[in-house]
């Protein structure tokens, strides 16, 4: 589904350039769930935000191959509308927007590059009403601003909730488990539990274990320093949790040796 | 004061040469009681002139550029063309008193009236001045005195017509009154003066929306001047929607006076015209008054709009709220100065003023200044000021779940001008607003 080659990605600081991914393998295929664990600063919410296309990162090397398309070159609406997507891991609050008419809009654009016709109001509202109870959502969150007045449970919970309603074909979840508290956690594993299907796969970010035992991960991937330096089945989540990420320093060093 | 230019001065010869015209075809009216009022506003601007961008209240709009243009005065045109003037949306809300004045001539052709009946008066001035001399003659520049300025005495001289509201003690006026003022541009330079004046009794009630359009290119300038009346304990919803045309400019002065336990709320919305200025101001002359002012301003190309208003607190245990918006597109220039008064009478006053603004490009310019007064110790006040651009996070967010960057930056835009459409209380209207709003956000770059 997904192909990163080489993937190399700075930004620029005062001091100057600063490379934050220094070459990036990753194939994921569909069906598949990946996780990507590695200590802060090593580049893992870089990762999101480069294929999701967020301003202020200079792709300087690689390809990204996206069923067929090279995924750099489209802009993030474009990339939405070919199945991608962004599990924030800080979600926007966007004061007088409501979810619904969000929601709404989002379908509709998605459908519209695909040449479909918008969504019919009862459709939507029907399906709105479907997803919402999948993931647990109160249904009156959905007439509320986006996000605003969220507890940080509520937004996570509202991001998987727009992954329902959107049905991509990629997610990314970017430390979707930061500020949750471990029911808040488990509720929010299990929506996206529901969501996992044959033809989709999900790329999740996370610093932590604790997740990974509510999201059962195919692959699980180390990174350190803007490299992938290990990867391994989802018993590899398990040692880091034991070893810490100290170890992970020996294994680069070693590599490297 | 400043030395007055030789433009001014020559603007002002003209003005009494006008004035001469005017008061010979009045014939017996010119020995009114209001005509009287008229012959003092023509000897304020023979002796003051018209202020320069020097004055302190005219810094960053200069009447040099409003005055410039070769203006005639539009009653001295007798001729008048309806054809290509149409006004059938305003009409289609079906319930709503229509006024509409061309050039600021009423035209009955193209009114509707439909709120009459005991105590009620919806209708022009010169209707208002046969059937309620005695109103008008006590009412008629009571507020818009000479001293409010040369623009405001400049209507006074020439007012001849507009539109009158008038609810009697204790009466309500369930339908909307839209006046609507259309600049005819398509074959002169005109000037045009109209003169509103809006009272209601103790407890009444009413509704008042005062639209503007333009047709045709020629530049044209609107100098009005409305007052407006507040008794005891009445309620006046009153809006200003400015859509005029691009060559079109204006110049607007409101004042009001509460009488106790009153409530008045004025929505300002701009988004047609080349210069707008719009004086609001209101006086609060009893107890426990409450007053809403709310702005919002769209502009993009060259527009220049420029919103002062006065909360004058001149009694205690009143409130005032005021918030303004503007979105600044391209060379745009947004100007708001907001000025409350606390006299030393006006104990537990309730004031409070805010201005925020999103600057789309890099020239776009927006100056605001508020201007608190305060010679009373116990009361509140506050006011704030912001200017700042789009959110990358909150446009990064809405793209990344499909929506093109155009439709985004139009979502965040409206979601920033709806609580200001919002204060406009009647649906039909709102509803159109609304359409405009998002027909003029979609093609703001």
Not at chain 2, 179 to 191: F, K, Q
Not at chain 2, 332 to 357: E, H, L, W
Request: overall charge negative.
């Amino acid at each position: 589904m997904i192909t990163i080659k080489d993937l190399k990605a700075s930004i620029e600081t005062e001091e100057g350039h600063k490379e934050i991914l220094r070459g990036i393998n990753l194939q994921i295929n569909a069906g598949e769930v990946h996780a990507i664990m590695g200590p802060n600063g090593s580049g893992k919410s870089t990762l999101a935000s480069v294929l999701t296309g967020r301003e202020g990162y200079n792709v300087t090397g690689g390809s990204v191959e996206f069923e067929g398309k090279d995924l750099l070159e489209l802009e993030p609406e474009e990339r939405a509308q070919e199945g991608i997507f962004l599990a924030f891991q800080y979600p926007v609050e966007i004061p007088g927007v409501s979810n619904t008419n969000f929601l709404k809009t989002a379908i509709n654009e998605i459908r519209k590059s695909k040449g479909m016709e918008p969504m019919s109001s009862v459709e939507f509202l029907k399906t709105m009403k479907e997803k919402a109870k999948l993931i647990g959502l109160d249904p009156s969150m959905t007439s509320r601003y986006v996000n605003v007045g969220f507890s940080g449970g509520e937004k996570k919970r509202n991001e998987i909730f727009q992954l329902a309603m959107l049905n991509p074909k990629f997610s990314i979840l970017d430390e979707t488990d930061s500020g949750l508290d471990i029911d808040a956690l488990r509720d929010v594993a299990e929506g996206v539990n529901k969501l996992r299907t044959k033809d989709n796969a999900f790329l999740v970010i996370t610093h932590y274990q604790r997740l990974l035992n509510y999201i059962v991960p195919d692959f699980v991937h180390v990174m350190f320093e803007g490299r992938i330096v290990k990867s391994g089945g989802k018993e590899l989540a398990l040692h880091l949790e034991e070893e810490g990420y100290d170890w992970i320093t020996e294994v680069k060093e070693s590599t490297v040796a | 004061m400043d030395k007055i230019s030789q433009e001014n001065t020559d603007l002002k010869m003209k003005l009494i040469e006008d004035f001469n015209n005017f008061e010979a075809s009045l014939n017996g009216q010119s020995n009114e009681e209001i005509h009287n009022v008229r012959r003092d506003a023509i000897a304020y601007i023979n002796e003051n002139g018209f202020p320069t961008k020097k004055f302190e209240e005219w810094k960053y709009t200069n009447p040099a550029n409003i005055l410039k243009n070769d203006y005639v005065q539009a009653f001295t045109v007798p001729e008048k063309d309806l054809s290509g003037i149409d006004v059938s949306e305003v009409l289609a809300e079906s319930n709503a008193n229509v006024l509409v004045f061309v050039n600021g001539r009423y035209e009955i052709s193209l009114s509707r009236i439909v709120s009459k009946g005991e105590g009620i008066f919806v209708g022009n001035f010169a209707e208002a001045y046969k059937s309620h001399k005695q109103l008008i003659d006590e009412h008629f520049s009571g507020l818009a005195k000479n001293e409010k300025g040369a623009f405001t005495a400049m209507n006074t001289a020439f007012a001849n017509d507009g539109a009158v509201v008038f609810a009697a003690d204790n009466v309500q006026i369930p339908e909307i009154i839209r006046i609507i003022n259309i600049a005819d541009a398509r074959t002169g330079t005109y000037l045009s003066q109209p003169r509103n004046i809006f009272i209601t009794g103790v407890n009444a009630k009413a509704m008042i929306s005062e639209e503007f359009f333009t047709v045709g290119e020629n530049p044209s300038l609107t100098n009005m001047v409305t007052e407006v009346y507040c008794g005891e304990g009445s309620m006046l919803e009153h809006y200003k929607i400015q859509n005029d045309g691009a060559n079109a400019l204006h110049v607007g002065s409101t004042q009001i006076r509460q009488a106790a336990d009153s409530h008045y709320s004025n929505t300002t919305i701009s988004w047609g015209g080349k210069i707008i200025r719009n004086n609001l101001q209101a006086e609060f002359a009893g107890n426990n008054t409450e007053c809403h002012f709310f702005g919002l301003y769209l502009l993009s190309g060259k527009q220049h709009v420029d919103n002062h208003t006065l909360a004058d607190h001149a009694m205690p245990n009143c409130y005032s709220n005021e918030l303004y918006k503007g979105i600044i597109a391209d060379k745009a220039t947004g100007v708001f100065n907001g000025r409350i008064m606390v006299r030393p009478d006006a104990q537990k006053t309730n004031a409070y003023q805010s201005n925020k603004c999103i600057l789309l490009s890099e020239d776009a310019m927006n100056y605001s200044k508020p201007q608190l007064e305060i010679f009373a110790d116990d009361v509140k006040c506050s006011h704030g000021a912001t200017t700042g651009q789009l959110s990358d996070e909150e446009m990064f967010y809405l793209r990344s779940r499909g929506i093109p960057e155009n439709d985004a930056r139009a979502i965040l835009l409206q979601a920033f001008a709806e609580d200001v459409i919002d204060t406009v209380k009647d649906e039909y209207l709102r509803e159109k607003l609304d359409k405009k709003l998002i027909e003029i956000l979609k093609r703001t770059r």
